[in-house]
T-cell receptor, first 107, second 115 residues
Framework: KNEVEQSPQNLTAQEGEFITINCSYS?????LHWLQQHPGGGIVSLFM???GKKKHGRLIATINIQEKHSSLHITASHPRDSAVYIC?????????FGQGTTLQVKP | DTGVSQDPRHKITKRGQNVTFRCDPI?????LYWYRQTLGQGPEFLTY????????KSRLLSDRFSAERPKGSFSTLEIQRTEQGDSAMYLC?????????????FGPGTRLLVL
């Protein structure tokens, strides 16, 4: 069993839909990260959470430390949101990644 | 900041050859990480440096892999006697956790294909 698990692995949505990606982890963490990866490889950090909730534009990330679970929500999804979304646990600095969720938003 | 840069962006080599990749972190970032990503998977940790000291190495990093960060600035990752299983994207990231956060900034990656 991987130390960081994401679901779903693939997600297709229609433009405007509300999207949720889930992440569960089994390791102790100092923070939980959500990252976005576009085709070609570039990875961009979206959020770093150690508790509660953070919001940036249409993106919202939440974490429940007791349940070792985090969610990434996208409101009013748009085709430009199509990418791979990866959660990662940071532990002694290094990141332990989930396998990623491939999101396609159709117009 | 010009961001994290990696060179080369792509490398095709024959099995058994040695390859070396370079990563230039964001200036003043004292931590530098190397990760490897195979197709359809999330990245996996390989090793990281704080300044010039290599603080942790993954068990994934076999004896054929070596990384250096001689002056605490750029880093190199060398793979000796490459194997087809080494084909992957090699990602570098840097951070400055002393500022109270651990956001890692990623380079564009070096895509390695071993024939």
């Amino acid at each position: 069993k991987n130390e960081v698990e994401q679901s779903p692995q693939n997600l297709t949505a229609q433009e405007g839909e509300f999207i949720t990606i889930n992440c569960s982890y089994s390791v102790g963490i100092s923070a939980l990260h959500w990252l976005q990866q576009h085709p070609g490889g570039g990875i961009v950090s979206l959020f770093m959470l150690s508790s509660g909730k953070k919001k940036h534009g249409r993106l919202i990330a939440t974490i429940n430390i007791q349940e070792k679970h985090s969610s990434l929500h996208i409101t009013a999804s748009h085709p430009r949101d199509s990418a791979v979304y990866i959660c990662a646990a940071s532990n002694t600095g290094k990141l332990i990644f989930g396998q990623g969720t491939t999101l396609q938003v159709k117009p | 900041d010009t961001g994290v840069s990696q060179d080369p962006r792509h490398k095709i080599t024959k099995r058994g050859q040695n390859v070396t990749f370079r990563c230039d972190p964001i200036s003043e970032h004292n931590r530098l990480y190397w990760y490897r990503q195979t197709l359809g998977q999330g990245p996996e940790f390989l090793t990281y440096f704080q300044n010039e000291a290599q603080l942790e190495k993954s068990r994934l990093l076999s004896d054929r892999f070596s990384a250096e960060r001689p002056k605490g600035s750029f880093s190199t990752l060398e793979i000796q006697r490459t194997e087809q299983g080494d084909s992957a994207m090699y990602l570098c990231a840097s951070s400055y956790p002393a500022r109270g956060h651990e956001t890692q900034y990623f380079g564009p990656g070096t895509r390695l294909l071993v024939l």
